[in-house]
């Protein structure tokens, strides 16, 4: 008999729900096939969502498509991000029960899966059909989904009902102040104050006293740095529907460089000085921080309208007063260090070619440090055109020769050489040409050939000019101008100079010179002696 009347008490509730909910049905059935197979093609081919259901259990999944016995649930389809918000929502113990949500009840009726759904109405109010409305503002969604499974489990035994979120609801919140324009967001549920201000904020829009106007008129003021920098979590709240976001004009704005562990802009709060931005905003200096050396480049109230430089030594000036748009830095003390400099071929031109002038590239060294450890570590400005083994170094008055590739490929203790302060490493360009010059037709220069004789750029000049030069001499001079002999390789640089030795040659050129001479000899005793006969 028990068993008679409870079975009719549940096909009764039956029917009051489903005449509660008809028309919710009526409006979203349309959506329902695609709905369903939207979710049975995810389930099967998207391991993500076999993830999920393998960590939440097949509830929430199954209430996406219809049980074979039980009467159609409307659920409209969802895309993957909306099925991700109703998992998170579900999961945190902090969601507030929003307009719009779209909440399922799922229970058993006698040997079957039914399922019911629901709408947050925008007052908060939630249609429960037989068991009445009620009114959900404020109540997370855990405490909701207790209250409704034991109202229903406590009226139908071995029901095992269980509330679940199909959807989420959206609705927006308002940006004004010191914004660029006056702006509406998209918000949900679970979405932070800090969220919606990504890209609403101006350079001197305020982030440490932000104000929240909720729907009912209350103000509250928080701080974004707090809630960011010490992860009180408070200070960036979950929006609520109809929250309006005031920002202000920050008072003082600082900006914090060099050798500080958070480098970065900050807003000061009254009261802050040199030492709180140090210790509290940038988290104290850095190993390499020389703090005697703090500059403050003041672009405000200054009494330069250029802006002043300030010098500033730490800790002595720590409650130094810091005034808005102020830039604070601090020197390094590898800025002390000794410095040499590689000069000429070094460094990478356009697009990452041989450069085509002269550079000069500074390197800090620590004392001690040797010329072969500098150039390994300079070992990538170094190209085709760097002359490495006609290198050599102006220490004061002296020019010290030096073969870098040595130093570079094949470090010996006898090539250790230690930098010295103000050092002037000289790495000549190595052109690829030959010069021929002197008794040739065609004197030039031209591009370098390896394993080439010194014939080949003779022949290139047009060959000995025979009128001038005699027995084919020759002079050959490296890059640094010391000769070489015929049978050594011609190398980059080298300059071949043909003799211009021919005796008829040099008698060509001075035969003018001689006739004239004897020509006005021959003349100056002829005039004479025909003067003489005159008397």
């Known amino acids: 008999m028990r068993r008679i009347h409870a079975t009719v008490f549940f096909a009764s509730l039956s029917i009051g729900l489903y005449a509660q909910t008809s028309s919710l049905s009526q409006s979203i059935q349309s959506t329902q096939s695609q709905a369903n197979q939207s979710s049975a093609q995810s389930s099967q081919g998207d391991p993500t969502t076999r993830a999920i259901q393998s960590a939440v259990g097949s509830a929430y999944t199954d209430s ?80 909701l989904k207790a209250f409704i499974e034991k109202k229903v489990g406590d009226a139908y035994r071995g029901s095992s009902p269980s509330l679940l979120i199909s959807s989420v609801g959206i609705f927006t919140v308002t940006i004004e102040g010191e914004t660029p324009a006056q702006s509406r967001a998209k918000a949900w549920g679970l979405l932070r104050l800090s969220d919606v201000l990504k890209d609403a904020k101006t350079p001197y829009s305020s982030t ?17 740095f707090r ?31 060099g050798e500080i562990r958070r480098p970065d802009s900050y807003e000061l709060l009254p009261g802050d000085r ?93 004392p001690g440090e040797t010329l072969g450890s500098a150039v390994r570590k300079l070992r990538d400005q170094f190209s085709a055109v760097s002359d490495l083994s006609n290198s050599y170094i102006i220490r004061g008055t ?57 014939a080949y750029y003779i022949g290139l000049a047009g060959g000995f000019d025979t009128d001038r030069n005699s027995k084919e001499k020759l002079e050959i001079l490296d890059i640094q101008g010391r000769p070489k002999s015929k049978d050594k390789p011609i190398e980059p640089e080298d300059t071949l100079t043909a003799a211009s030795n021919s005796f008829l040659y040099y008698v060509g050129k001075i035969s003018p010179v001689i006739t004239t001479v004897l020509g006005v000899i021959s003349t100056t005793f002829t005039t004479y002696y025909y003067f003489q006969l005159s008397k």
Not at 132 to 137: E, F, N, P
Not at 419 to 443: E, M, T, W
């Open 64 to 143: 996406l498509s219809p049980s074979p016995s039980a009467e159609q649930v409307d659920v409209p389809a969802k895309s993957n991000n909306a099925q991700e918000q109703a998992l998170l929502a579900m999961a945190s113990t902090d969601y507030l029960v929003t307009p719009g949500d779209i909440l399922i009840l799922k229970y058993l009726k006698i040997s079957s899966l039914e399922s019911l759904s629901f709408i947050v109405e925008g007052d908060g109010i939630v249609n429960l059909g037989i068991f009445g409305r009620l009114q959900s503002s404020g109540m997370r969604y855990r405490d």
């Open 208 to 224: 440490r006293k932000i104000k929240i106007i909720s729907q009912d008129g209350k103000t509250n003021e928080y701080d974004l």
């Open 227 to 257: 809630a960011i920098r010490g992860g009180d979590l408070a200070q960036n709240p979950y929006l609520r529907p109809g929250d309006r976001i005031v920002l202000s004009k920050a008072e003082r704005i600082v900006k914090l460089t």
């Open 274 to 366: 040199l030492g709180e931005l140090v210790e509290l905003y940038g988290d104290s200096f850095t190993a390499l921080a020389d703090t005697s050396r703090i500059t403050l480049i003041r672009h405000t109230a200054s009494r330069d309208p250029a802006g002043e430089k300030i010098l500033l030594n730490y800790p002595q000036e720590k409650d130094y007063v810091i005034q808005d748009q102020d830039e604070v830095s601090v020197a390094s003390t590898q800025d002390l260090m000794p410095v040499v400099y590689f000069e000429g071929a070094i460094g990478v031109g356009v697009q990452g070619q041989s450069p085509q002038t002269s550079q000069r590239a500074p390197y800090s060294y620590y």
């Open 398 to 454: 002296a020019r010290i020769p030096v073969d870098l590739s040595k130093y570079l490929y094949d470090e010996k203790t006898s090539l250790r050489m230690e930098l010295a302060r103000n050092d002037i490493i000289i790495i000549p360009f190595r052109q690829f040409f030959v010069s021929v010059s002197g008794a040739v037709k065609l004197p030039g220069r031209y591009p370098y050939i390896p394993d080439r004789s010194w």
